[in-house]
């Protein structure tokens, strides 16, 4: 308010010392120059004052949960919520907690998970599951969460192991593309980009049963679940004072040039759908292409498809710079091919990020993304998927170890 206050007085006595340049001839290029110098000025200020002005919390909030201990199964079951959706977020977008689930999943009657399963009736579904003959005579790229670990047998259990060890059941049809449902997409979520803690883990779960009427599991069966899954030294502690590990998933947050490029990235979720090659905690997304735009960009433009979209006007990009900063801002301008979208041709990438980044916090993270190219990723041992139509980076060999099976060769777009 007083910012708009400010920029508004400046512009006003710019057009006052104008005015006055026009009265009193002798100093009229003096005052009128002065004037326009207090004109920019208020222009400037007012700029900045349009900017974005939300902030979020350094901390990274969403999610910020406290011990368990002494609380009743509703005050469990709302933390969960928030972990799965955070804080209230502006009308119409979709709301992501620090579980970053809602970037997959759908959860309420109706809605297509065109990602993920559609998490409605999964507490009632979770027994069903484990009694299914794919989940009995398994034949996925990980057998058991750990060695020894077993396999789950109540519904509990199966809901811990989806969590702890997404690949050791993959739901059909929503495996990573190519690799015929063998390998799951989704994130283990105890450890990063998520990180949630057992405790956080044992309030999602809470609210997972509580919300469709049933009565949860204890506390500490479902600790036990997650006890069974994950090891010991692989277990992430809620902080000494009961508070859960800070994480930096912070989509409220504005992006500005002066944050730098791994902020942005952890801070916007990028990691959940894309591998970007150098980027330690984002190796495993396989929602969206890998992050080689050094070689991607450059090839989509002038591909027939990208010459489409600018015919028909939805996109704009003449070079590769402007390609990344139209794919970060304006997801749905143009689709990559080999990739699923919405009903109605848009993006699955969240389409808020022209809100979240200023236009230059945008341009670093794309000159950023344009220094990464396929031997980047040779490097740091990321590969292609094999709907990424260009053909895998690695060799069909290393790939088929990788998924265990032979790769889809059809480019199949993933799940129908
Ligand atoms: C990157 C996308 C992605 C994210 C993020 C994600 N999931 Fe998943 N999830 C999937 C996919 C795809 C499947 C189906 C394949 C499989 O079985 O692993 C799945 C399966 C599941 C299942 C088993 C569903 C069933 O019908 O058997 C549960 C439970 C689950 N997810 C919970 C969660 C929760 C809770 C979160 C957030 C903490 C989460 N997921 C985050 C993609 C994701
Ligand atoms: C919910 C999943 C999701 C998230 C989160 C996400 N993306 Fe994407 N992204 C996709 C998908 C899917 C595509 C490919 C389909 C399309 O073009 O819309 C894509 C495409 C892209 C492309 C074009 C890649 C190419 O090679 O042509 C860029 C660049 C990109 N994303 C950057 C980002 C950045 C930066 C972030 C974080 C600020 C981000 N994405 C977050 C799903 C996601």
Redesign the pocket.
Known sequence: MTQGFLALSILFGAVFVMFLGFQFIRVRMILVSAGFFILLTGAFASYANWLPQIRGEDDGKPGGVEGLKGKTVEEIAEMGKEIIFGKNRGIGERSIGKGQCP?CHTFNAGDIGDRAPNLIGIAKRALERVKDPRYLKPDFVQLESFAGSGRATTATEYIAESHACPSCFVVEGFGVPGTKDKESPMMVVHKPPIGLTINELIAVDTWLFFREGFDPPSVAEIQAAYEKFIPPPERPKDGADGVAVKTRFNPDQIAHDSDSTLDM?ER???A???RIPTVDFAKIGV???L?I?GE??AR?IVSPEYQEAIQKGTAHARNPREY?IE??MN??S???PG?P?QKGGK????DH?SKRFTYSAAEK?ADF?LSLDKETAIQQGVDRLPNEKEGTLFPEKEMKDRVSGTPDKSGSPGPA
């Open positions: 970037l990235i916007m979720g990028c959940g759908c894309h929602v969206g292409p992050l735009e991607n960009a989509r990344v794919s970060i997801p749905s143009f689709i990559v990739f979208a993006s699955l990438m969240p990020f993270l993304l």
